[in-house]
Every structure is written in C-alpha cells, then in structure tokens.
C-alpha cells in the first residue's frame, strides 16, 4: 500500500516563510510526477505547484515567484518552499502522488494515484 504523508505546516505571520515536506513509501516502482493542493474553508481545491519525474515544474499564478517545488527522487519526497507567505494562503495543503508500485501478490508494478491527510497551513496578518 502507498502512503503519502506531509509534513512542515504551521502557523507563521504574513511575509514569513514554511517549508512543506511530501513523503511517499511503499512498494515504489517509479513516481511520475508529485503535486501540491491547497483547500481554504469554504473554497474548492486548487493545485499550487507540480513536478514530474523529469523535474518539469508548473505553478499556480497566485504562488509564482514566491513559491518553489523541489524534489528528491532518491527519497521520493517533494518539497515546496513558500516564502513572502499572505493570509491568502491560509489552507489545508495536500501532496498528490501518480505512478507505479508493487502490491501484494502481484508480479507487476501497478498505477496509484494517492493522497495524502494534508497540513495546516495558517498565515496571520
């Protein structure tokens, strides 16, 4: 079973900075790309930043210039460090993995696509 667990939340204050760890284990064969998601109350959930296995890197155009995704493939962790932090980004942050991994009592690598239970990001004024 694949397991997806974030860490790095917290609270900080406006033009602070967090760094959010995504670490996925498991039976892992290869991982195509990692995400970030953020979800604020009351708002649908919106992709932050993503990376592919090649290092191809998107952004969403509210955290441009102030964020930045990194990864280790060695240790199938993404990292996503958020500097000049607003209130705005206040939200629960969750990391997305997609690829292939070994499950019990098949021979082959399968596809997941698995979440993780988020972290609390909250940014005061």
């Known amino acids: 079973q694949v397991h997806v667990v974030e860490s790095g939340g917290g609270l900080v204050q406006a033009g602070g900075s967090l760094r959010l760890s995504c670490a996925v284990s498991?039976?892992?064969?290869?991982?195509?790309?990692m995400v970030w998601y953020r979800q604020a109350p009351g708002k649908q959930r919106e992709l932050v930043s993503g990376?592919?296995?090649?290092?191809?890197?998107n952004y969403a155009d509210s955290v441009k210039g102030r964020f930045t995704i990194s990864r280790d493939n060695a240790k199938n962790t993404v990292y996503l460090q958020m500097n000049s932090l607003k209130p705005e980004d206040t939200a629960v942050y969750y990391c997305?993995?997609?690829?292939?991994?070994?499950?019990?009592?098949?021979?082959?690598?399968?596809?997941?696509?698995?979440w993780g239970q988020g972290t609390q990001v909250t940014v005061s004024s």
């Open positions: 498991g039976g892992i064969f290869s991982i195509d790309a």
């Open positions: 997305n993995a997609v690829g292939k991994a070994y499950y019990s009592g098949s021979y082959y690598p399968a596809d997941f696509d698995s």
């Open positions: 990376i592919t296995s090649g290092g191809s890197t």
